[in-house]
């Protein structure tokens, strides 16, 4: 009876774990049945662990497929944490997890380490060759390592070449650029243009082309010949745009995208108004480059001392945390947050934040570090919170050094108040000199030479000297 319970529950696990696709929990039947024969313990236990398999396989596909929609939407850093949910060794998507995260450093510029993941040995199987070989071929070009970019380009532009409908134009061009071959630059620059203008996919990458390679002047001689219908691509007519901008010819670059709402068009239009220092719409284009395209370069480093300059605190640290430039060193962006949060008047997670920077500064912040903790505890002591006074003396001390005025003159009052936070803060008049104020002290005064008061008279002194010397005859 005990056999044919066990049976039962065997077919109805398979069953189970094949068309519903959930996953079992301890408690559905395994740990409650007394197996009389060891073979079929040895089988119950080896379905487990196979419904156990198949449940991390459905796990992982999910955290694959959301990593991917992350990483479309530019969201990489939340992109990295689910693919760290997967196994390096143990699943099944291994190899896809590896491919992955090698794109995601290829976005971030980390080209050295997106290549070291492509040439583990997961990934040197030949049937993966398709579909890593170009971003291979990339992160080569990137490093500039011109002899194994002709190697690499060889097999791959071989293997990948059914699936181009252009005969893989840009990544020829590409080639050619990075290995100095101007004779098949020039020759593909040139060769068949009214052929190559009347595809709109081929003119928009051979327009791409040009502009890569500053062929401004020469593509726009030619805009004439694209047909009618080619203005209906919004992606070409944001490149015709980019010919006009770079000729200085705004409106008509203007005229191309005026009616565009992609990211490109965005960051164009706000362009204009930064120059006309619209900042308001300027900064309006940039959020909704952003929107469509959450890491556009372009975009965030512009609309975030846009964001500063508006008083847009909390947008400004959203697109700060949104910055994935591996150029960019991290103790800055840390500080421009701290900057932020200041702002936003949140001074203990500010004070948290600064703590850990001169951490990473090993205590020795440069002065615009001091110049913040300094004003962050001199809030927080003015506000009951518990602060060392040696803490603000030394950052005041250190920021002094730099030769900042205002911290030159908190660290001589500490000398004579003991609490100059609370003082700052006091309603009452601590001051009365009324003439004395921040514009008289921005004025310039006419040196007047210092009068010196006479005590002794200096013939005094040496008639004194000279009564001192005796003569020898």
């Given amino acids: 009876m005990k056999t044919l319970l066990v049976l039962l529950y065997l077919c109805t696990g398979v069953s189970f774990a094949q068309e519903d696709f959930k996953p079992f929990s301890e408690d559905e039947g395994l740990k409650e049945i007394i197996f009389e024969d060891e073979e079929i313990e040895s089988d119950a236990y080896y379905h487990a662990s196979l419904v156990k398999e198949g449940n991390q396989r459905r796990i992982d596909l999910y955290n694959l497929q959301k990593s991917k929609f992350k990483m479309i939407n530019g969201d990489l850093k939340t992109a990295r944490f689910l693919l760290g949910r997967i196994s ?187 120059v006309n220092r619209e900042y308001e719409l300027a900064f309006g284009h940039y959020r909704l480059a952003l929107q469509k395209k959450q890491d556009s370069a372009n975009a965030l480093e512009r609309a975030i001392p846009l964001a500063w300059l508006l008083h847009q605190w909390n947008d400004g640290l959203t697109m700060l945390n949104s910055i994935s430039n591996k150029n960019l060193d991290p103790r800055n962006k840390k500080a421009i947050e701290i900057a932020f949060l200041i702002r936003q008047k949140q001074f203990i997670q500010a004070q948290k934040e600064l703590a850990l920077l001169k951490i990473d500064f090993k205590q020795v912040p440069p002065f615009e570090i001091s110049i913040m903790d300094t004003y962050v505890n001199l809030i927080l002591s003015s506000n009951a919170q518990k602060i060392d006074k040696r803490k603000i003396e030394e950052s005041a001390e250190n920021a002094c050094k730099s030769f900042d005025g205002i911290n030159c003159w908190i660290a001589l009052q500490y000398i004579q108040w003991e609490n100059l936070g609370k003082t700052i803060t006091r309603d009452e008049l601590v001051y009365s000199d009324k003439t004395m104020t921040v514009e008289s002290l921005k004025e310039k005064v006419p040196l007047v030479p210092l009068k010196e008061t006479i005590s002794i008279d200096q013939s005094d002194i040496e008639e004194l000297d000279s009564a001192m010397i005796v003569i020898k005859n």
């Fill in 88 to 274: 390096d060794k143990n699943s099944q998507v291994a190899a896809i997890k590896q491919r992955y995260l090698a794109v995601i450093n290829f976005i971030e510029g980390r080209f050295s380490d997106s290549l070291k993941l492509l040439e583990t040995p997961v990934m040197q199987i030949s049937t993966s060759y398709q579909q890593i070989c170009l971003l291979k071929l990339i992160n080569l070009m990137a490093l500039n390592k011109s002899e194994e970019v002709k190697k690499e380009s060889r097999g791959c532009m071989a293997q990948t070449d059914k699936y181009s409908r252009n005969d893989q134009y840009w990544l020829d061009t590409m080639v050619k650029l990075k290995t100095l071959d101007q004779t098949g630059l020039k020759r593909k620059m040139l060769t068949d243009i009214q052929s190559t203008l009347s595809d709109d996919e081929q003119a928009r990458i051979w327009l791409k082309t040009g502009l890569y390679l500053n062929r401004e002047e020469e593509l726009l001689d030619l805009i004439g010949i694209l047909p009618e219908s080619s203005y209906q691509s919004k992606r070409l007519r944001e490149i015709v745009a980019f010919l006009y901008l770079r000729k200085g010819q705004k409106d008509k670059a203007l005229s191309f995208i005026d009616d565009i709402d992609t990211a490109n068009a965005e960051n164009i239009k706000g362009n204009f108004n930064l």
